[in-house]
């Protein structure tokens, strides 16, 4: 089995915001100024092109250009596990090998999506990406967007197998953060993949967090991280959780709506704008969030004195 490396997979793991021009083209040096941003404010390291990214409105080369440009921003300054992850096995293939040539440090791979494959299927996929490939696998397990949750037991059969070497949670039940440390062992790198069990997760025992904070806050995401794993501050960390709570609950308002509005990305995007980073807006048909929503942002983040 490939000798874990816990060392270098811990902190916050920021996820990448593109850049857009008005026209809807890829904006190279608006993503480069997001690097630069979550860099300077101390992030641990990068996982481009998960779901922040927004892969699913960019083809197939949009996302390998993206991807160099990111690597090539960050130069080897902190680690860059890839979101390479698409519904087929061989495109998954084809963008792993494309990571791994420009020279990412592993994967970030949701599972199959949209057709709900057989869970034989989708652990084979795995088991293909990490046969062809040879990087090291973080499974970024989503339910909500995939329609599909590798359980812990899975995820310690596939780390029996050398298949899969940490994994991204994003769950509402803090119990797959037990499961999976009882299950995968002390050693197994785990990330709290939500903002609203960050708190929770880390205070069980996960190594780190990837989410939406650490692109809107990044260096108090990252003091939250420090007080809970490296200095055992229960009580300080508490404190700024409950200064950064109604932050993350603007972010998943809308889980709690039927409309789904503000939508979790355009907030994480409007954060990046009011901080004077260029990134347009999304293609559509993700659109800004609206004035009123807007207001409430600027507001929260000059109350916790980021803007």
Same mark, same amino acid.
């Not at 026209?23 to 092109?49: C, H, K, M, Q, W």
């Not at 807006?281 to 609206?290: E, H, K, T």
């Given at each position: =089995?490939?000798?874990?490396?816990?060392?270098?997979?811990?902190?916050?793991?920021?996820?990448?915001?593109?850049?857009?021009?008005?026209?809807?083209?890829?904006?190279?040096?608006?993503?480069?100024?997001?690097?630069?941003?979550l860099?300077?404010?101390?992030?641990?390291?990068?996982?481009?092109?998960?779901?922040?990214?927004?892969?699913?409105?960019?083809?197939?080369?949009?996302?390998?250009?993206?991807l160099e440009?990111?690597?090539?921003?960050?130069?080897?300054?902190?680690?860059?596990?890839?979101?390479?992850?698409?519904?087929?096995?061989?495109?998954?293939?084809?963008?792993? /090998?494309?990571?791994?040539?420009?020279?990412?440090?592993?994967l970030?791979?949701?599972?199959?999506?949209?057709?709900?494959?057989?869970?034989?299927?989708?652990?084979?996929?795995?088991?293909?990406?990490?046969?062809?490939?040879?990087?090291?696998?973080?499974?970024?397990?989503?339910?909500?967007?995939?329609?599909?949750?590798?359980?812990?037991?899975? $995820?310690?059969?596939?780390?029996?197998?050398?298949?899969?070497?940490? *994994?991204?949670?994003?769950h /509402?039940?803090?119990?797959?953060?037990?499961?999976?440390?009882?299950?995968?062992?002390?050693?197994?790198?785990?990330?709290?993949?939500?903002?609203?069990i960050?708190?929770?997760? =880390?205070? *069980?025992?996960?190594?780190?967090?990837?989410?939406?904070?650490? =692109? =809107?806050?990044?260096?108090?995401?990252?003091?939250?991280?420090?007080? /809970?794993?490296?200095?055992?501050?229960?009580?300080?960390?508490?404190?700024?959780?409950?200064?950064?709570?109604?932050?993350?609950?603007?972010?998943?308002r809308?889980?709690?709506?039927?409309?789904?509005?503000?939508?979790?990305?355009?907030?994480?995007?409007?954060?990046?704008?009011?901080?004077?980073?260029?990134?347009? $807006?999304?293609?559509?048909?993700?659109?800004?969030?609206?004035?009123?929503?807007?207001?409430?942002?600027?507001?929260?983040?000059?109350?916790?004195?980021? /803007?």
């Amino acid at each position: =089995m490939t000798p874990q490396k816990k060392g270098d997979l811990s902190g916050i793991f920021a996820p990448t915001l593109t850049g857009f021009h008005a026209d809807g083209s890829i904006s190279a040096e608006g993503t480069r100024r997001f690097v630069r941003f979550l860099l300077d404010l101390g992030v641990d390291g990068l996982t481009p092109l998960g779901s922040a990214g927004e892969p699913v409105a960019l083809t197939r080369e949009e996302r390998k250009s993206l991807l160099e440009a990111i690597v090539d921003e960050n130069a080897g300054k902190v680690p860059v596990y890839a979101g390479t992850g698409d519904y087929g096995t061989s495109a998954t293939v084809e963008l792993s /090998l494309h990571a791994k040539s420009v020279g990412c440090d592993g994967l970030m791979l949701i599972a199959p999506f949209l057709l709900r494959p057989p869970k034989q299927d989708v652990l084979d996929h795995y088991r293909r990406i990490r046969d062809r490939v040879g990087l090291p696998i973080m499974i970024y397990n989503v339910p909500l967007l995939t329609g599909t949750e590798i359980t812990p037991q899975e $995820i310690q059969l596939l780390q029996e197998e050398d298949v899969v070497h940490s *994994v991204k949670w994003s769950h /509402l039940e803090v119990a797959r953060i037990h499961d999976t440390r009882l299950l995968c062992g002390p050693q197994f790198p785990i990330f709290a993949g939500i903002d609203l069990i960050a708190f929770e997760a =880390m205070a *069980v025992g996960a190594d780190g967090w990837i989410s939406g904070l650490q =692109m =809107m806050v990044p260096a108090l995401a990252r003091r939250l991280h420090r007080l /809970l794993t490296v200095d055992k501050n229960l009580e300080d960390a508490r404190a700024l959780w409950y200064r950064v709570l109604p932050l993350v609950n603007l972010e998943y308002r809308a889980l709690g709506t039927t409309d789904g509005n503000p939508h979790w990305l355009a907030v994480c995007r409007e954060a990046a704008a009011l901080r004077g980073i260029p990134i347009g $807006i999304s293609r559509g048909p993700l659109a800004p969030v609206d004035s009123g929503v807007r207001a409430e942002l600027r507001s929260l983040l000059e109350d916790l004195e980021q /803007l």
